[in-house]
C-alpha cells in the first residue's frame, strides 16, 4: 500500500503528519527532522518507522490509524514543551469599560501589569495591587493614557486594553529580568 492513499483514507493530510513529526523532532533531536512539505516521501516514512518504533507498533513506514494515534500523542506531549505559551485573552463585552470603583477580576491583572511597566517605564505611575479600581489605579490609568497619545480619562476601555497588552508584551517579552525589566 501506499503511503499517501494510508494517509488520505484516514482523512489527514501528509502535510499535518509532517507538521507533528517536525514538533516531535523539535523536543527531541533524537528523531528526525521533518519538512512539511506535503509529500509522503523518505524522510517522512523514516520518521514515521521512529515513531512505530516507540510506541510497539509494526515498523512499516506507513501511517495507519494506529500510528496516526500513536504520532498524535507523542505530538500533544511535545506541542507543550515546543510550542509558546498560550496567550492571556482577557475578554471586555462591546463598549464595557472599568471605571473607578468598578468591581471587576481583571482589575488585579492590570493593576500587575502597570505595576511591572513602572519598573520599566520611568514615565508611567505605580499603583498598588489591590484588585479595585481605586484613585490611584486611575492616576496610573490617566498617565498612561497620557503617554499613549489617548484622552486622559482614567477608563480602562478595549482600545487602552491593547495599547498596556502591547508595552507589556513589549517590556516584559519572556519574563527575563536581565533582558527586558532593567528597573528604575
Request: aromatic letters at 4%.
Amino acid at each position: 500500500m501506499d503511503p499517501n492513499d494510508d494517509v488520505r483514507f484516514l482523512g489527514r493530510s501528509v502535510t499535518s503528519l509532517q507538521t507533528m513529526l517536525r514538533v516531535i523532532a523539535l523536543q527531541d533531536p533524537t528523531c528526525p527532522l521533518v519538512i512539511p512539505d506535503g509529500r509522503y516521501g523518505a524522510e517522512t516514512a523514516r520518521a514515521v518507522t521512529v515513531q512505530q518504533k516507540r510506541a510497539g507498533l509494526p515498523q512499516t513506514g506507513i501511517t495507519d490509524f494506529a500510528t496516526w494515534q500513536a504520532i498524535c500523542a507523542a505530538y500533544q506531549a511535545a506541542a507543550v514543551e515546543v510550542e509558546p505559551a498560550a496567550p492571556l485573552d482577557v475578554v471586555m463585552d462591546p463598549n464595557e469599560v472599568i471605571l473607578e470603583g468598578s468591581d471587576n477580576l481583571h482589575v488585579l491583572l492590570i493593576q500587575a501589569m502597570l505595576h511591572t511597566l513602572f519598573e520599566v517605564y520611568e514615565n508611567l505611575d505605580c499603583c498598588p495591587l489591590t484588585g479595585v479600581c481605586d484613585e490611584e489605579t486611575v492616576s496610573a490609568i490617566r498617565r498612561l493614557q497620557h503617554c499613549c497619545g489617548m484622552p486622559e480619562s482614567g477608563i480602562l476601555d478595549k482600545r487602552l486594553w491593547l495599547h498596556l497588552a502591547g508595552l507589556y508584551h513589549q517590556a516584559v517579552g519572556n519574563g527575563d529580568r536581565k533582558t527586558h525589566c532593567g528597573g528604575r
